[in-house]
C-alpha cells in the first residue's frame, strides 16, 4: 500500500521559487512520482513525472519552469517551479504513476490529498 | 498534444438512473484512456484504466467503453455517493491530459 503526502508553503511571492515535498510510504527506486495540479474550480493539468534519473518528462507549457527529483533515501519527490505567477494558484497533488505495459497508458493510482498553494505579493 | 473533450460538461440525474459520460480524443489513442472521480475537497480517484478495466476495488456499477478516439463511462445505477466530476485522462508521446471534466449532480 503506498501513501503520498505533499508539504511545501501555502503561500509564495510572484517571481518566487515553489518547492514540494512528496513524502511516499511504501517508497521503491522503481516508484513513479508524479505532479499534478488544479487551479480553484478548474480542470486536473499534469505536470511532471518521474521513474528514474533516466525517465524524467514535463508538460511542454511549463518544462522550462520545473524540476522533479526522487530522493530514495528520504523516501521523497520533490518539484521545484521558478518564476511562480498569480495563475499558478492551484492545488498541488503528487500521484503515484503507473505504466500499464501492453497499451502504454500512465494512469495515476495513489495521490496525496493535496496542498493549496496561492501565489499573492 | 492530444485534446480530451467531455460531454455533457454537466448531467442532471436521480439516484438509481444510468449515466453515460463521454470522452473523445482529438486523434486515435486506442484504448489508452483512464478514467477517475473527484469529489468535492478530495483527491482524485482512479476508476477505469484501459478504456475499460476497473481499478482495484471499483463498484461493478461502473464501466468504461471504446476505443480510438470515443470511449464512455456509464454508471449503470447511479449512488448517492457517486454524484461528483468525472475525468478522462491519456498519455501519448505528447505528453499527458486531461478532459476538462463532467460535474454529474443529483437532479
Known amino acids: 500500500q503506498v501513501t503520498m503526502k505533499e508539504s511545501g508553503p501555502l503561500l509564495v511571492k510572484p517571481k518566487e521559487t515553489l518547492t514540494l515535498t512528496c513524502t511516499v510510504s511504501?517508497?521503491?527506486?522503481?516508484?513513479?512520482v508524479s505532479w499534478v495540479r488544479q487551479p480553484p474550480g478548474k480542470a486536473l493539468e499534469w505536470l511532471a513525472h518521474?521513474?528514474?534519473?533516466?525517465?524524467?518528462?514535463?508538460t511542454s507549457s511549463l518544462k522550462t519552469r520545473l524540476t522533479i527529483s526522487k530522493d530514495a533515501s528520504k523516501s521523497q519527490g520533490v518539484l521545484t517551479m521558478t518564476d511562480m505567477d498569480p495563475l499558478d494558484t492551484a492545488t498541488y497533488y503528487c500521484?503515484?504513476?503507473?505504466?500499464?505495459f501492453g497499451s502504454g497508458l500512465y494512469m495515476f493510482d495513489s495521490w496525496g490529498q493535496g496542498t493549496l498553494v496561492s501565489v499573492s505579493s | 498534444e492530444i485534446v480530451l473533450t467531455q460531454s455533457p460538461a454537466t448531467l442532471s440525474l436521480s439516484p438509481g438512473e444510468r449515466a453515460t459520460l463521454s470522452c473523445r480524443a482529438s486523434?486515435?489513442?486506442?484504448?489508452?484512456l483512464a478514467w477517475y472521480q473527484q469529489k468535492p475537497g478530495q483527491a482524485p480517484r482512479l476508476l477505469i484504466y484501459d478504456a475499460s478495466l476497473r481499478a482495484n476495488d471499483i463498484p461493478g456499477r461502473f464501466s468504461g467503453s471504446g476505443s480510438g478516439t470515443d470511449f464512455t463511462l456509464t454508471v449503470s445505477s447511479l449512488e448517492p455517493e457517486d454524484f461528483a466530476v468525472y475525468y478522462c485522462?491519456?498519455?501519448?508521446?505528447?505528453?499527458?491530459?486531461f478532459g476538462q471534466g463532467t460535474r454529474l449532480e443529483i437532479k
Open positions: 511504501g517508497f521503491s527506486d522503481r516508484l513513479g
Open positions: 500521484a503515484r504513476i503507473r505504466r500499464v
Open positions: 518521474i521513474f528514474s534519473s533516466d525517465e524524467i518528462s514535463y
Open positions: 485522462q491519456q498519455r501519448s508521446t505528447g505528453g499527458i491530459t
Open positions: 486523434q486515435s489513442i486506442s484504448d489508452s
